[in-house]
């Protein structure tokens, strides 16, 4: 038998899994107080919709992280305080994002969740840690799917520039 082998929640987590698992929990935290934010700012009922999965995902994400962290003797960051609800007209024009801004931030953050979900899949060398990583990005390209398919339905798509017409190799 090797020297990490057996129970992997019996083996010490390296310094580069404490880093990620703290700092998924951290982001994770922050996701949740930027999104209730966002919440209010929404108002289409279909990105509310979305809105309300990614908190729920970041919610469990920051309980699992948490519990991992102190079953290892780390404390975790500690939780934002969570935004109270306000209505969207309350919100002046000027100061408040657009439906289509939020459906650009949650679509980048979500595509930066699933690298960062990958790198600790790669890094880790606790399978159990490898596993909770790999469910986060199963559960982010499926979030990932719900919003392009949003942002196209809505209009609200900015895509690069495509390639329409490939020049000539002549």
Known sequence: MG????????E????????????????AKGAISCY???LNHAGDKDLKKIIEDLIDQAELESKELDKLLTENGIS????????????L??????????????????????????????????QSIREDIGALFAKYHATKTAIGVKILKLNKDKGWLTP???????????
């Not at 020297?3 to 019996?10: A, E, F, H, Q, T």
């Not at 975790?76 to 209505?87: D, G, Q, S, T, Y």
Request: charge should be negative; include cysteine; charged fraction near 20%.
């Open 3 to 10: 020297i990490l082998s057996g129970n992997p929640k019996d």
């Open 12 to 27: 010490p987590m390296h310094y580069g899994e404490i880093s990620s698992v703290w700092l998924a929990s951290t982001a």
């Open 36 to 38: 209730q934010a966002y």
């Open 160 to 170: 690069p520039p495509l390639q329409v017409k490939r020049p000539d190799n002549a």
């Open 89 to 122: 007209e309350d919100i002046p024009a000027g100061a408040r994002f657009t439906d289509p801004e939020i459906a650009a931030k949650i679509s980048a953050d979500t595509a930066v969740g699933l690298v960062a979900c990958s790198q600790v899949m790669g």
């Open 76 to 87: 975790p960051a500690p939780l934002l305080p969570e935004r109270p609800p306000v209505k």
